[in-house]
């Protein structure tokens, strides 16, 4: 299958996630009503990690689908396939949380085909069912079962958006990267860098999120900044690191990595 599916399993221990705002008891509630949520935020701010949390708090199976431009409903619901010799049916992602009653969660969902928003429809309102045209079944969603997608507003453009009336079936939440205290506190959490280089990264990833729009299409994500902090915390020298996490993956220009390393010494020293 084209779904590129990962299953976390029920019961595994929560990662380490450090809330912004109200986010948890959002979902905590969203999850006791039966509710669908959208998670809306910049690439790299914690989003997946925030679904894997809750996932592990609510002691739930989690199916996470990395969505992309061929992603088809196909894909979440299932197909047919030879087996043995034998024709036989394969649930997808989708459909086996519907079946289990766990999370599924469609990251960056704009990315798929648009026949899959179509097929959550029914699953966001009070049917909460999957029909399946293949098999003649109408799946009603065991207790438990939850859909959750994501999605980069910023990325948004006229052929990759989410029509209103998507939109407006989901509970959602708006995510950013974290007020500089908290990330520092994410980064030395994650890597286990000192106090003072995790805070030096965290101002230097302010600096360059500030340059989104004029140089740069997109922020440093936090995510970004971990990987820095854990190079240098296995013992790579500092720009090395910087270089390899904080600028290479941001652009392909080569004047505007002149300008991002200039800066870097301008910020650190």
């Known amino acids: 299958m084209n779904a590129h599916a990962t299953t976390t399993k029920e019961g595994a221990a929560a990662p380490f996630y450090l809330p912004q705002r109200d986010e948890i008891e959002i979902f905590e509630a969203a999850a006791r009503n039966d509710l669908p949520v959208l998670l809306k935020g910049p690439t790299g701010c914690g989003k997946t990690r925030f679904v894997s949390h809750m996932a592990a708090r609510l002691g739930r199976k989690l199916y996470t689908v990395a969505c992309h431009d061929d992603l088809s409903a196909s894909d979440l619901i299932g197909r047919y396939l030879l087996k043995g010799g034998e024709t036989v049916w394969v649930d997808g992602p989708l459909t086996r949380a519907v079946r289990e009653g766990a999370i599924c969660y469609l990251d960056e969902v704009v990315e798929a085909r648009k026949d899959v928003t179509v097929v959550l429809h029914p699953l966001t309102d009070d049917r909460r069912i999957l029909p399946i045209d293949r098999t003649g079944e109408e799946l009603e969603a065991a207790p438990g079962f939850m859909l959750v997608?994501?999605?980069?507003?910023?990325?948004?453009?006229?052929?990759?958006?989410?029509?209103?009336?998507?939109?407006?079936?989901?509970?959602?939440?708006?995510?950013?990267?974290?007020?500089?205290?908290?990330?520092?506190?994410?980064?030395?959490?994650?890597?286990?860098?000192?106090?003072?280089?995790?805070?030096?990264?965290?101002?230097?990833?302010?600096?360059?999120?500030?340059?989104?729009?004029?140089?740069?299409?997109?922020?440093?994500?936090?995510?970004?900044?971990?990987?820095?902090?854990?190079?240098?915390?296995?013992?790579?020298?500092?720009?090395?690191?910087?270089?390899?996490?904080?600028?290479?993956?941001?652009?392909?220009?080569?004047?505007?990595?002149?300008?991002?390393?200039?800066?870097?010494?301008?910020?650190?020293?």
Do not use: C, H, W
């Open 149 to 269: 997608a994501s999605y980069n507003p910023g990325y948004q453009n006229i052929l990759k958006t989410l029509k209103p009336s998507t939109r407006q079936r989901f509970l959602a939440m708006e995510f950013d990267f974290p007020p500089p205290e908290q990330e520092k506190t994410i980064v030395i959490e994650e890597s286990g860098i000192d106090e003072r280089r995790a805070a030096m990264l965290v101002r230097l990833a302010g600096k360059l999120r500030a340059l989104k729009g004029q140089d740069l299409e997109e922020g440093v994500s936090t995510r970004l900044v971990v990987y820095a902090a854990t190079l240098i915390a296995g013992g790579m020298a500092l720009d090395r690191a910087i270089a390899a996490a904080m600028i290479e993956p941001l652009t392909d220009d080569a004047d505007i990595k002149r300008g991002l390393a200039d800066l870097v010494v301008a910020v650190l020293g």
